[in-house]
């Protein structure tokens, strides 16, 4: 795909900067603040890109909880959400989860008494 370019769209380097980080960081923090940032930036510029919003910012909050599992063992909710803060509300993140779970995508425990999400783990 990178060879052919396909990721970029003429005037919008934010959607190149998208494709890099989810293809290519390692970092969940870099790719929570960068990613963001180019997607808020990435609408302004292209507003067509509007329809796409929410499978954009659904595949940049799977690859940050997939990159995640590298880092952490537990996560607190509200590290959690402060890190996926673009993606919606605890609700959201939670049905995320439980639909990552059920796909195989990440695998968490989610720890409501505790309010701690434990990755790979056995279910």
């Not at 940050?64 to 609700?91: C, D, E, P, Y």
């Amino acid at each position: 795909i990178a060879s052919k370019a396909t990721h970029v769209i003429a005037g919008s380097p934010d959607v190149k900067t998208l494709f890099e980080l989810i293809e290519h960081e390692e970092s969940p923090f870099k790719m929570s603040k960068e990613g963001a940032a180019a997607i808020a930036s990435a609408l302004a510029k292209n507003p067509a890109l509007s329809k796409y919003e929410a499978c954009i910012k659904r595949t940049l909050a799977i690859r940050i909880l997939q990159k995640s599992r590298g880092f952490f063992t537990n996560v607190r909710f509200a590290s959690l959400t402060k890190q996926l803060a673009f993606f919606g509300t605890w609700n959201k993140i939670e049905a995320l989860l439980y639909e990552c779970n059920r796909v195989g995508l990440v695998k968490t425990i989610i720890d409501h008494q505790n309010q701690m999400i434990t990755f790979d783990q056995e279910i």
